[in-house]
């Protein structure tokens, strides 16, 4: 992996910086990336050495799907029963490490992705169709992750402590310890990020993993697994299979899974939490499923702000994150006002090869996200009045992939689907409210709660927003996503309701918790 010169790092928030020197490298590393990369086999990787077998099956990249991302395999129950095996000989070792040494491998870990943060976006970029800024942004925070978890570890001491004494000569302490062996399995939108993000914190924490990246990412897949072996994780600590549902479904199924950490959709993640629960006994489920993420424009907003905030968090990766905003309610007395900032900050979007660094939307990941896309214009057109977009592109730049028009919907009624279930597109609706406490409410009623931004610089209406929101990051003001943009150690990122399971999110404090289980230890001593 290649080493680069210092560059300004790139997060979701600092847009305005100067990213010339990073584009310059881009410009070169991206035409070599496309020969160098894509087309090639990519095996799955069990106890330290490459393995076959499964399958096969090759990606498409969703830029030009005329190009081969990598040919590779699904994992069956064999592979399957081969990744676990060597995971569960693996565990004991690592996790018997003094923490400082666990800590410092995990470490290595990150620093290994810090040196090959350019090469991962890049194919971040190819695999998502993801804009460049967004996916170097993204090879940052999976760095920033690895290493926020390490602190965490550090700072608690393994959280390992002492309790009170009922007597003086019985010592009793309390202490969390890994939990063996964990599945985790990852989507495509934030193929580096979200692998990263479950996979540090499970390693840190002392447990092996088998890791299970979306079929449309085992390009990232591998070459985050290729990192944890340059940095010495132990053979058999961290392993990779590919594959699709079928091949999650055998993983989450495995007796020798202890624990399970899943980013994806409602339905997937309430089914395994459902599974697990009909078992013999329970195991740690940590799951992230997705949101609706209303955002509030009050009759005191800054408009361009929030019109600028909007835009990026709802059309930014084509609408496919589990944060983006796909609802808004503005306040009648400015509702002409903000929806015409709104339409000419959405008609200025460049839409294209993102390879372009002009380009802010690629194509969307699939046909099957073009169908349900072509879906919900056509309930629209139905139902409400589409105030722009609703159609698909096509012909010259557009004609090999699943390009959309970034779509804004007004008039939808308020219990229609568009309005209550996660579309995972670039498509908006946009309603009036007259009392704010009121579209807050409204806003509440869907079976999400992972995050919600408001735009009011009278503190009262903030004061409301964040009193009554339900969800589990709320965002205010910010031009650089109204709803978007959780960084490590600066924002948790923690689901409600139908978007997670433990009420406790990641990036933040309360996370590698989760993939540990308590002991108490009281000895007497004559």
Not at 220 to 242: D, E, F, K, R, S
Not at 271 to 288: F, K, S
Not at 334 to 343: E, H, N, P, S, T
Request: aromatic fraction near 8%; proline fraction near 5%; glycine fraction near 10%.
């Amino acid at each position: 992996m290649t080493q680069h010169a210092p560059l300004p790092r790139v997060t979701y928030s600092n847009i305005r910086a100067d990213f010339s020197g990073v584009h310059d490298l881009l410009n070169q590393m991206i035409p070599a990336a496309r020969s160098d990369l894509m087309g090639r086999q990519w095996p799955h990787f069990i106890n330290g050495t490459p393995v076959t077998g499964g399958r096969a099956y090759q990606v498409h990249c969703p830029i030009d799907a005329r190009l081969v991302l990598g040919h590779f395999e699904a994992a069956d129950g064999s592979v399957v029963n081969q990744a676990v095996a060597a995971a569960s000989a693996a565990q004991s070792g690592w996790a018997a490490l003094p923490l400082a040494e666990r800590i410092a491998a995990v470490r290595r870990f990150a620093d290994e992705l810090d040196r090959a943060k350019y090469d991962l976006a890049v194919a971040c970029l190819l695999e998502v169709g993801k804009s460049r800024m967004e996916a170097v942004g993204e090879a940052e925070e999976a760095v920033d992750l690895a290493r926020y978890y390490c602190e965490q570890m550090s700072e608690n001491a393994g959280f390992m402590r002492p309790l009170r004494r009922a007597f003086d000569n019985e010592a009793t302490s309390d202490r969390l310890l890994p939990v063996g062996v964990f599945a985790v399995i990852a989507p495509f939108n934030f193929p580096l990020a979200l692998s990263v993000n479950m996979i540090s914190a499970a390693l840190v924490a002392g447990n092996a993993v088998v890791y299970k990246p979306s079929e449309a990412a085992g390009l990232t897949g591998a070459l985050i697994v290729q990192a944890a072996q340059a940095a010495g994780i132990p053979a058999g600590v961290l392993n990779l299979v590919c594959g699709d549902g079928a091949t999650g479904q055998a993983l989450t199924d495995h007796p020798g899974i202890d624990g399970i950490a899943f980013t994806g959709s409602y339905r997937i993640g309430m089914g395994i939490l459902r599974a697990v629960a009909n078992g013999p006994y329970n195991r740690p489920v940590i799951v992230e499923m997705g949101g609706k993420n209303p955002t509030y424009v009050t009759r005191s907003a800054d408009l361009d702000a929030a019109a600028e905030g909007l835009m990026r968090s709802a059309f930014g990766l084509q609408g496919q994150k589990c944060s983006a905003c796909s609802k808004a309610y503005v306040a009648s007395e400015i509702y002409d006002a903000f929806i015409a900032k709104l339409l000419a900050r959405t008609a200025a979007i460049e839409i294209g090869d993102p390879a372009d660094e002009k380009v802010f939307m690629g194509p969307v990941i699939s046909p099957a996200a073009l169908a349900r896309f072509e879906a919900a214009a056509s309930e629209a057109r139905e139902c409400g009045q589409i105030l722009t977009g609703g159609k698909r592109l096509t012909g010259g730049a557009f004609a090999h992939g699943a390009y959309v028009q970034p779509t804004i919907v007004a008039g939808v009624p308020q219990d229609h689907r568009l309005n209550r279930d996660e579309l995972f597109l670039p498509f908006l609706t946009v309603q009036k409210f007259d009392d704010l406490s009121v579209a807050i409410a409204d806003g509440n009623k869907v079976q999400y709660g992972l995050t919600a931004g408001c735009y009011a610089t009278d503190e009262t209406e903030l004061e409301l927003f964040l009193n009554r929101a339900e969800a589990g990051a709320l965002y205010a003001n910010r031009a650089s996503g109204a709803t978007t943009g959780a960084w490590p150690g600066i924002q948790t990122f923690c689901g409600w309701k139908g978007s997670g399971v433990s009420s406790k999110g990641g990036l933040g404090p309360h996370y590698v918790q989760q993939f540990m289980r308590e002991q108490s230890h009281t000895i007497w001593r004559d």
